[in-house]
């Protein structure tokens, strides 16, 4: 990936365990994006954090950045065999409000194993 | 609610050939992305329009080419295809204002035998 790498690329964890995947990315950037996409099916906004915040919650779901060292990461709680699937992070460079394309990562391979 | 819609969703063509995918975005965006994924690997943005007229352009190759009509929707035509353009195809809508979150649509898969 140009932009964003990410880190494991495959994580097998057991049901109920927290599931954590990281991202490390290159230029500058506005905001920061998690989306999730299911074997062969698109993608799904999970959650957007902008480079003026440190951390966000929703749900189950815990994302932090630094933009210091150009990195994030989520965090999924409590894991459920719903939640297999691979996991991408996505930057977008311009204005929160405008229509910039957003670059993605690399992507993590989640697998719940029940 | 209503997502974005793409069509096909399968398409199976042969080297040289033309194929056309389609997508109609979520009602009041103004921005359709154009997003290539090969199998195990991240999008590729490809082209975005802005309210009918291109506003980026990534990796497209010059085979391909796309159009944003009036009623919004969008159309990436392939000519000349190559084993190497099998991959899922996948459009995007966001309206300028909003949260900056993209909606993908199921995606198109394309196999080029």
């Known amino acids: 990936s140009q932009q964003g790498e990410e880190d494991p690329q495959a994580l097998s964890i057991q049901e109920g365990e927290n599931a954590t995947m990281n991202c490390s990315y290159k230029?500058?950037?506005?905001?920061l994006q998690w989306y999730r996409q299911n074997s062969g099916r698109g993608l799904v906004h999970l959650i957007l954090?902008?480079?003026?915040?440190r951390e966000k919650h929703s749900g189950r779901l815990r994302v932090t950045l630094d933009t210091s060292k150009k990195s994030s990461s989520l965090l999924i709680t409590a894991s459920r065999a719903a939640d297999t699937a691979s996991y991408f992070c996505a930057t977008r460079r311009g204005s929160n409000f405008g229509n910039e394309k957003l670059t993605f990562g690399t992507g993590t391979r989640l697998t719940i194993i029940p | 609610a209503a997502g974005v819609i793409q069509s096909p969703r399968h398409l199976i063509k042969e080297k040289r050939e033309t194929a056309t995918l389609k997508c109609y975005p979520i009602p009041r965006h103004d921005t359709v992305y154009w997003y290539q994924q090969g199998p195990g690997q991240d999008p590729q943005f490809l082209i975005s329009f802005y309210e009918k007229m291109q506003s980026d352009k990534g990796s497209i190759p010059d085979r391909f080419s796309a159009q944003q009509f009036s009623d919004y929707h969008s159309e990436l035509n392939m000519s000349s295809l190559e084993l190497g353009d099998s991959a899922l195809y996948f459009c995007?809508?966001?309206?300028?204002?909003?949260?900056?979150?993209?909606?993908f649509g199921e995606g198109s898969r394309l196999t080029v035998l």
């Open positions: 230029t500058s950037i506005n905001n």
């Open positions: 954090i902008r480079s003026n915040e």
């Open positions: 995007a809508s966001s309206f300028f204002g909003g949260t900056g979150e993209l909606f």
